[in-house]
Nanobody, 126 residues
Framework: QILLAESGGGLVQAGGSLRLSCVVS????????MAWFRQVPGKEREFVAA????????RVADSVKGRFIISRDNAAKTLSLQMNSLKFEDAAEYYC???????????????????WGQGTQVTVSP
């Protein structure tokens, strides 16, 4: 069974940067498309970014385009999210997710991802 473990969340001032990581267990990390979602209390889970199995194709939500970069290291079985120019509205619980289905375009809906991490909290201060 695939297990996902996020890390790197914390407190950062608006305008600052933070890098999240998600280490995935299992033997077939390179066979899964990966994504980051975020969620705040009382709101639905929001798509942030996705990356294909090879790391050569990405999809980024308009709300974070130009500020966030998604990447992966298949040798290390690790998904990353570099977050720059953080805004107060970026504060949320961030989740990594895995999708074993090859989709074109990459999935942006929560139900398209079958495996989820426990989440890591990102807090942005004014």
């Amino acid at each position: 069974q695939i297990l996902l473990a996020e890390s790197g969340g914390g407190l950062v001032q608006a305008g600052g940067s933070l890098r999240l990581s998600c280490v995935v267990s299992g033997l077939d990390f390179s066979s899964f498309a990966m994504a980051w979602f975020r969620q705040v209390p009382g709101k639905e889970r929001e798509f942030v970014a996705a990356i294909d199995t090879s790391g050569r194709q990405t999809r980024v939500a308009d709300s974070v385009k130009g500020r966030f970069i998604i990447s992966r290291d298949n040798a290390a079985k690790t998904l990353s999210l570099q977050m720059n120019s953080l805004k107060f509205e970026d504060a949320a619980e961030y989740y990594c997710a895995a999708d074993r289905v090859r989709r074109i375009p990459l999935g942006s809906k929560f139900h398209e991802y079958g495996y989820w991490g426990q989440g890591t909290q990102v807090t942005v201060s004014p």
